[in-house]
């Protein structure tokens, strides 16, 4: 039940720890006469959990978790999700004229930022601004 609300077995461990604490030190408040010791123990669990993830610590370490929790996920989404060959668009970025081609191969597709294609291709990067806004109209039209 905890790890159904924060969706991770180490909070979810550290959440049960803290809910059989809580069981040990407020059991002389338990009453029999609101419910079961089971009933009672879930909820205590429960509210835990759902203070966990209202809490700011819990909500900044989501932001900021760690680099090799993160690229497998990234990996995975782009994998799963985003596949250029699967919805067409590589095909319709093969039929851009070559120089379009390669710009949005290499902004897109590698990452490069207009400046490091601009260095990359030995162009000014006005005409790299101007040829990428030009193909990325033509692929628009394509899609519409």
């Known amino acids: 039940m905890i790890y159904r609300v924060v969706h991770s077995d180490e909070i979810?461990?550290?959440?049960?720890?803290?809910?059989?604490?809580?069981?040990?030190?407020?059991?002389?408040?338990?009453d029999t006469s609101?419910?079961?010791?089971?009933t009672w123990m879930a909820r205590i669990g429960r509210n835990l959990a759902l203070d966990?993830?209202?809490s700011r610590d819990h909500?900044?370490?989501?932001?900021?978790?760690?680099?090799?929790?993160?690229?497998?996920?990234?990996?995975?989404?782009?994998?799963?999700?985003?596949?250029?060959?699967?919805?067409?668009?590589?095909?319709?970025?093969?039929?851009l004229r070559p120089e379009q081609e390669e710009l949005v191969e290499l902004i897109y597709f590698q990452g490069y930022t207009q400046a490091e294609a601009s260095d990359q291709l030995g162009i000014p990067l006005g005409t790299v601004k101007t040829r990428l806004r030009a193909a990325i109209n033509i692929i628009r039209k394509i899609f519409e």
Do not use: C, H, M
């Not at 609101?34 to 089971?38: I, R, T, V, W, Y």
């Not at 989501?62 to 668009?89: F, M, T, W």
């Open 12 to 30: 979810a461990e550290d959440v049960l720890q803290e809910t059989f604490t809580k069981i040990w030190t407020e059991f002389a408040s338990y």
């Open 34 to 38: 609101k419910g079961k010791l089971f």
């Open 52 to 54: 966990k993830i209202k």
């Open 59 to 95: 909500r900044n370490a989501l932001k900021n978790q760690e680099i090799d929790s993160v690229v497998p996920l990234i990996d995975s989404e782009l994998n799963s999700v985003y596949n250029a060959d699967r919805i067409g668009l590589a095909e319709i970025v093969r039929s």
